[in-house]
């Protein structure tokens, strides 16, 4: 059974929903990284860059166990290794795939991230960084949308693409974006989200998720943004 190192984060969806819609079983160990639980020895022996989400397999290529960071690589994995699902065998279907995963990746993660913290998070108001970054988030959204009056999925079908993508969309109000200014997107946004299996993949540690509202302070401020984030200590 493939072990999922896990906290509710877009990037910890994503393949928490890639696992439900592959009909695999998992075993979900929470990574609280507001405690700092992604610094310790036993973690980083797995993810190396001290991030969610990681997995690892018992049963990997060959036979032999791998363990794996990067959500982008994992969820290349895993679509490999249980039948090419979401992923299409064909070279060109699954570099249409590819690309919009890496559009996600380089682009929609970094950039809404960033939206959320300057709007958010930000220990004090930064009008540059939050204009710069409200606007790129509107980019993207357009890029997105665009892209969806073309297609019913970005990559043609359903893929690990949309599954990637949908989790850093449902904090559109974060990045200072109205949905519904986007029409090819929202009916898109609806139709993931009303999958089953997204609905689970969602629901993991849900338990967990704080929904106060309020900006992390003291320890849990050091773990995520402060110095700890890029000291390990």
Same mark, same amino acid.
């Given at each position: ?153 970005? =990559? ?5 693409? #949309? %599954? &990637?993508?949908? !989790?850093? $969309?449902? =904090? ?5 974006? #109205? %949905? &519904?200014?986007? !029409?090819? $997107? ?48």
């Amino acid at each position: 059974m493939i072990d999922l190192y896990f906290w509710s984060t877009p990037n910890g969806y994503k393949v928490s929903i890639l696992l439900e819609e592959l009909g695999t079983a998992y075993n979900v160990i929470p990574i609280h990284i507001g405690k700092g639980d992604q610094f310790k020895p036993d973690f980083l022996k797995i993810s190396p860059n001290n991030k969610i989400p990681a997995i690892f397999d018992p049963d990997g290529p060959n036979g032999e166990p791998i363990a794996m960071f990067e959500s982008g690589a994992i969820m290349l994995y895993l679509a490999e290794k249980f039948g090419w699902k979401f992923l299409p065998q064909s070279m060109r279907q699954r570099y249409e795939v590819v690309q919009w995963l890496m559009f996600q990746m380089g682009g929609v993660g970094p950039m809404l991230g960033q939206a959320h913290h300057f709007r958010k998070y930000a220990p004090e108001t930064i009008e540059y960084a939050i204009d710069r970054y409200t606007k790129e988030a509107r980019r993207l959204y357009t890029v997105i949308d665009r892209r969806l009056s073309e297609s019913e999925y970005l =990559a043609g079908e359903y893929s690990i693409a #949309d %599954i &990637a993508t949908y !989790p850093w $969309l449902r =904090a559109h109000k974060w990045q200072g974006q #109205d %949905i &519904a200014e986007f !029409p090819n $997107l929202q009916r898109w946004y609806s139709a993931v989200r009303e999958r089953p299996a997204v609905q689970r993949g969602i629901a993991v540690l849900e338990e967990k998720v704080d929904k106060s509202g309020a900006k992390p302070a003291g320890e849990r401020w050091n773990n995520l943004f402060g110095s700890k984030q890029f000291t390990g200590r």
